[in-house]
């Protein structure tokens, strides 16, 4: 499963502004945002959905942490803690959830309207189920990192801002069944810098053996947007369609809940079959259909 749990704000007005005064005044804004967005409640609905579920890992983006302190001062009493939030409401709902890695994206402080400091930090996280025995679920081979390509944003008053995105890879094994699960959250506002990160992932993650799980916000539309022949708008919302088609090799990293299966690979290019239907919850139905020969990757 995979769920973005939501900064509670958008950061945009903040690197638009211009003058000390409006970058103050939007910071201000965006704390309020977060305030009126309720952060806990959020993480309670996704408790929830993964309770009805029982997904055996869960990728998470947009796991934030929102601080504050005195003006012009360290921002050291945290307010609000997506994750430690979502964690408590799993385990008041019975379900037995741990941490396997924690990837850092973003930190800052700065000073706000409201006469405080305002902290920020943003996370990747993947959890996954503690209840089972190691013969059931294993994970091994843990990693996380940031892409090598990131957004830069230039700012008068903050100068050029990097904003970092990631991934956290494990490798499991699941009743005898291995696989690698990759959780990601790509670039949403520059497509070169996504197209860059996304193949990143492909050519390096992605070059293996093992059926590869790729769940995450890959902030993408249906392959119909990229003019790939063969896929009708929202032709993945069809249970069980499947169409064999040529796809260009950035078309493997576009969201869609779908199975791709590589046929045969030319340069630059690839036959591939496409097995849509929605997103199973349970890794199980994930590794059955991401199993046998060929390269099967579910993207979602």
Same mark, same amino acid.
């Given at each position: 499963?995979?769920?973005?749990? %939501?900064? /509670?704000? %958008?950061? /945009?007005?903040?690197?638009?502004? =211009? ?5 103050? #005044? ?12 309720? #952060? ?9 959905? @993964? ?18 302190? *005195? ?6 009493? +945290? ?12 385990? $008041?709902?019975?379900?037995?959830? =741990?941490? #396997?890695? #924690?990837?850092?994206?973003? +930190? ?9 400091? @305002? ?11 503690? %209840? ?11 990693? $996380? ?16 801002? =990097? &904003? ?33 990160? $996304? !193949?990143?992932?492909?050519? /390096? ?8 799980? &790729? ?17 009708? *708008? ?7 369609? !499947?169409? =064999?088609? !040529? ?8 969201? /869609? ?5 590589? @046929? ?20 199980? %139905?994930? &590794?059955?259909?991401? !199993? ?9």
């Amino acid at each position: 499963m995979t769920r973005n749990l %939501d900064e /509670g704000t %958008d950061f /945009g007005p903040i690197f638009q502004a =211009t003058t000390p005064q409006d970058f103050a #005044i939007q910071v201000a804004a965006a704390y309020l945002e977060v305030q009126a967005r309720n #952060i806990p409640e959020r993480a309670a609905a996704i408790a929830d959905e @993964i309770a009805a579920q029982q997904p055996y890992l869960v990728g998470l983006q947009e796991v934030s942490v929102w601080s504050t302190g *005195p003006l012009f001062m360290h921002a050291d009493t +945290e307010t609000f803690n997506a994750l430690r939030s979502l964690l408590t409401a799993l385990a $008041a709902r019975g379900q037995q959830y =741990t941490v #396997i890695a #924690i990837l850092k994206e973003f +930190e800052a402080e700065a000073p706000s309207a409201l006469g405080i400091e @305002i902290g920020f930090a943003d996370f990747d996280v993947l959890i996954a189920r503690t %209840d089972l025995s190691v013969s059931e679920l294993k994970v091994s081979n843990i990693q $996380a990192q940031h892409f090598l390509t990131n957004l830069v944003i230039p700012n008068p008053i903050l100068g050029p801002v =990097t &904003i970092p995105h990631g991934w956290i890879s494990v490798d499991g094994k699941l009743r005898g069944k291995n696989f690698r699960f990759i959780t990601t959250h790509l670039e949403g506002f520059h497509p070169a810098v996504q197209a860059a990160q $996304a !193949s990143e992932l492909v050519q /390096g993650l992605g070059n293996t053996d093992l059926p590869v799980i &790729i769940a995450g916000d890959l902030n993408t539309a249906p392959l119909a947007s990229f003019g790939v022949p063969g896929c009708p *708008p929202r032709w993945e919302s069809r249970d069980q369609s !499947s169409v =064999t088609t !040529s796809l260009p090799v950035p078309a493997l990293q576009m969201r /869609g809940s779908f199975c791709i299966r590589v @046929i045969q690979a030319l340069p630059g290019r690839c036959i591939a079959k496409i097995h849509s239907r929605r997103l199973p919850p349970p890794i199980n %139905d994930w &590794i059955s259909c991401c !199993s046998g020969t060929g390269t099967r990757v579910w993207m979602h």
